[in-house]
């Protein structure tokens, strides 16, 4: 079983909507999860992080985290063509420094 | 710019062939990562680096595989008797004490030939 699971998408959207990107985790004990944004040909880029259940915002996006269910999330409001990009969810191990990252959902904004 | 610097940014290299990657860091930063890339796929964990000290590394670093931290400051990576399969976009990063998510360098392209 993988440690992180995303969808691969690709997941569209019109410009304005809600775009919503899911991910799970395996290990239960996990602690700090990221939400990271990848343009084509570029490295990661590091948006969101969430260390406890419930949500956080930080401008158009918003992080939510359901460790019950070991469930993350990522909400875009008012998408724009510029948010086009694979989103990779990553999970802090147990007593490890190191991410595991999931295969990333390729989203498209479309104007 | 990202903050975390990689060299060289693509590599084109013959099967067989050695080949050697460098990533200076955020110099405030303490902890070092190397990840590989292939298409369609997240970042895979292949090393870590806690200032000089080498202190995980995955089961995907093969023995052809090594990597470097002298002096705790930039760290090299190379990869030796190169195999087509290890084409991929070679990834740095690095986070310091705090631990609040990692910042990537821009990474360098293997195209093994």
């Known amino acids: 079983q993988k440690e992180v699971e995303q969808n691969s998408g690709p997941l569209s959207v019109p410009e304005g909507a809600i775009a919503s990107l899911n991910c799970t985790y395996s290990?239960?004990?996990?602690?700090?999860f990221f939400w990271y944004r990848q343009y084509s040909g570029k490295s990661p880029e590091l948006i969101m992080s969430i260390y406890s259940n419930g949500d956080k915002e930080d401008g158009r996006f918003t992080a939510q985290l359901n460790k019950a269910s070991q469930y993350v999330s990522l909400l875009i409001r008012d998408s724009q063509p510029s948010d086009s990009a694979t989103y990779l969810c990553a999970v802090r191990g147990t007593g490890a420094n190191n991410l595991f990252f999931g295969t990333g959902t390729r989203l498209t904004v479309i104007p | 710019d990202t903050g975390v610097s990689q060299n060289p940014r693509h590599k084109i290299t013959k099967r067989g062939q050695n080949v050697t990657f460098r990533c200076d860091p955020i110099s405030e930063h303490n902890r070092l990562y190397w990840y590989r890339q292939t298409l369609g796929q997240g970042p895979e964990f292949l090393t870590y680096?806690?200032?000089?000290?080498?202190?995980?590394k995955s089961r995907l670093l093969s023995d052809r595989f090594s990597a470097e931290r002298p002096k705790g400051s930039f760290s090299t990576l190379e990869i030796q008797r190169t195999e087509q399969g290890d084409s991929a976009m070679y990834l740095c990063?690095?986070?310091?004490?705090?631990?609040?998510?990692?910042?990537f360098g821009s990474g360098t392209r293997l195209t093994v030939v």
């Open positions: 290990d239960r004990v996990s602690q700090s």
């Open positions: 990063a690095t986070d310091g004490s705090g631990g609040d998510g990692y910042t």
């Open positions: 680096f806690q200032n000089e000290a080498q202190l995980e």
